[in-house]
C-alpha cells in the first residue's frame, strides 16, 4: 500500500547532539512538508518542498535544515541551534498542482532531548 | 493573515449523543478548507474538504461538515457519536496546491460510555 513511512517513532538525543528524522513515501508525491506539533498549538510548519533538489522554510525553520535530493524522500534535522526540540514530528505529501490541497501524513516522530 | 480558531480545546459526550466541533477561518480568498482526525502518537488522516459547490460536505466515518460564509465557520458534525470517534481534531485552512495550510490548534473529543 502507498504511503508514508517516518523514522524512528522514537529518539532520544542529548542536548547539543543533531539528529536526523527520515521521511520517504511512495505515493509518487511532489510536494512534502514537516510539521511540528506541540500540545496545544496545532501543527507548525518547519519546511516544505515542491519538487527535489528545492525546499522552502516554513514558520518555523530556525533550527531545523532538510534536504531534498529524491522524490521519494525528504529527510529532516534538527540540529543544536534548535532550542526546545522536544516535540512531535509529522511529515506530509501532497500532488503538485492539484487543487486538492490535501496532505498525507505520515505516523509522526517523536523528539525528546534528555 | 490567514487563521484558524477551533473555540473548544476539549469536548466530552456521551456515546450516541450527537456532536458538533466548532471551526472558525480567516482567509482573504475563498478557502479551501479541511477537518482532519488524529488519534494518541499517530499522524493525521483527513475526514473531510470543502472546496467549492454544495455546502454540506459529507465525509468518512459518518462525519459532515457545514461551510457557512457569512458567519465564516466550517463546523464539523456527526449525528450519533462512537467511542471509536475520540481522539484529536483539527480544522485547517490551505491556498490552492495545499503549500501554505494553517492549522487550528485542534479540539480533544472524549467520549463517555
Known amino acids: 500500500d502507498g504511503g508514508i513511512t517516518q523514522s524512528p517513532k522514537y529518539l532520544f538525543r542529548k542536548e547539543g547532539q543533531n539528529v536526523t528524522l527520515s521521511c520517504e513515501q511512495n505515493?509518487?508525491?511532489?510536494?512534502m512538508y514537516w510539521y511540528r506539533q506541540d500540545p496545544g498549538q496545532g501543527l507548525r510548519l518547519i519546511y516544505y518542498s515542491q519538487i527535489v533538489n528545492d525546499f522552502q522554510k516554513g514558520d518555523i525553520a530556525e533550527g531545523y535544515s532538510v534536504s531534498r535530493e529524491k522524490k521519494e524522500s525528504f529527510p529532516l534535522t534538527v540540529t543544536s541551534a534548535q532550542k526546545n526540540p522536544t516535540a512531535f514530528y509529522l511529515c506530509?505529501?501532497?500532488?503538485?498542482?492539484?487543487?486538492?490541497?490535501?496532505?498525507?501524513f505520515g505516523e509522526g516522530s517523536r523528539l525528546t532531548v534528555l | 493573515a490567514q487563521s484558524v480558531t477551533q473555540p473548544d480545546i476539549h469536548i466530552t459526550v456521551s456515546e450516541g449523543a450527537s456532536l458538533e466541533l466548532r471551526c472558525n477561518y480567516s482567509?482573504?480568498?475563498?478557502?479551501?478548507l479541511f477537518w482532519y482526525v488524529q488519534s494518541p502518537g499517530q499522524g493525521l488522516q483527513l475526514l473531510l474538504k470543502?472546496?467549492?459547490?454544495?455546502?454540506l460536505v459529507q465525509g468518512i466515518k459518518g462525519f459532515e461538515a457545514e461551510f457557512k460564509r457569512s458567519q465564516s465557520s466550517f463546523n464539523l458534525r456527526k449525528p450519533s457519536v462512537h467511542w471509536s470517534d475520540a481522539a484529536e481534531y483539527f480544522c485547517?485552512?490551505?491556498?490552492?496546491?495545499?503549500?501554505?495550510?494553517?492549522f487550528g490548534a485542534g479540539t480533544r473529543l472524549f467520549v463517555k460510555a
Open positions: 506530509a505529501s501532497s500532488k503538485q498542482g492539484a487543487t486538492t490541497g490535501e496532505l498525507f
Open positions: 485547517a485552512v490551505a491556498n490552492t496546491g495545499g503549500f501554505k495550510t494553517i
Open positions: 482567509y482573504g480568498a475563498t478557502p479551501y
Open positions: 470543502y472546496f467549492s459547490g454544495d455546502t
Open positions: 505515493l509518487n508525491h511532489d510536494a
